[in-house]
């Protein structure tokens, strides 16, 4: 299984809604990341879970929350979100060290309205 | 000035063509990565490179430590390759996988 899936495919929601994207893949790997990708440009690192712990955040402000359960779980919760937050969400995994390839979801498109 | 610069932004062309992209950057990195994003997100990775040269059936990825520069080459394009090529380096060595992306090539390859 190389697969890293993330849901929901689409999401919309308002400024005072509370959501959550999931991501999960099954292949080992302890390194997972959330990418945010605005149409037409390069994705931007939010953040990085290594061994199921937050190893980096890129000044992510704390309307978007991060959580690892386990080792083949990644979350991110979503409140109180801005129009400007509206982009695609990119879930990705690799190994912690020596990294060959990353392996990326399809991502959750997410309109905040 | 962008610490991963590609080049060309846009490469529109016919069906069979061998196409090159290419990529600068100006940091020292300890790896390359070539990415390929399809309309709709998905993104696959197709290259890590920190020397030399990869081949992948009809992909080829070279790497110039020295000169800074990295090319993608594409032989007997399909217009299934059309899509957003992207560039990225890896700076140091620690743990996980920090990139920074260059603004990538649209390719569009016409029957």
């Known amino acids: 299984d190389t697969e890293v899936t993330q849901t929901p495919k689409h999401l919309v929601m308002g400024m005072t809604n509370k959501k959550s994207l999931k991501c999960e893949q099954h292949?080992?790997?302890?390194?997972m990341y959330w990418y945010k990708q605005k149409a037409k440009k390069p994705p931007e690192l939010m953040f990085v879970y290594s061994y199921e712990k937050l190893s980096i955040n890129e000044s992510v402000p704390s309307r978007f929350s991060p959580e690892c359960p386990n080792s083949s779980l990644l979350n991110l919760h979503l409140h109180a979100l801005q129009p400007e937050d509206s982009a695609l969400y990119l879930c990705?995994?690799?190994?912690?060290?020596?990294?060959?390839?990353?392996?990326f979801g399809s991502g959750t498109q997410l309109s905040v309205l | 000035k962008n610490e991963v610069e590609q080049s060309p932004q846009n490469l529109t062309a016919q069906e069979g063509e061998f196409i090159t992209i290419n990529c600068s950057y100006s940091?020292?990195?300890?790896?390359l990565h070539w990415l390929q994003q399809h309309p709709g997100g998905g993104i696959v990775s197709l290259f890590m490179l920190s020397s030399g040269k990869k081949k992948h059936g009809r992909l080829i990825a070279t790497i110039n430590i020295q000169e800074k520069h990295s090319s993608l080459h594409i032989t007997a394009s399909h217009p299934r390759d059309s899509a957003v090529y992207i560039c990225a380096v890896k700076v140091g060595e620690t743990s996980g996988s920090r990139l920074t992306f260059g603004e990538g090539t649209q390719l569009t390859v016409n029957p």
């Open positions: 990705a995994s690799s190994q912690v060290q020596r990294v060959e390839k990353l392996f």
């Open positions: 292949m080992g790997h302890r390194a």
């Open positions: 940091v020292g990195i300890s790896a």
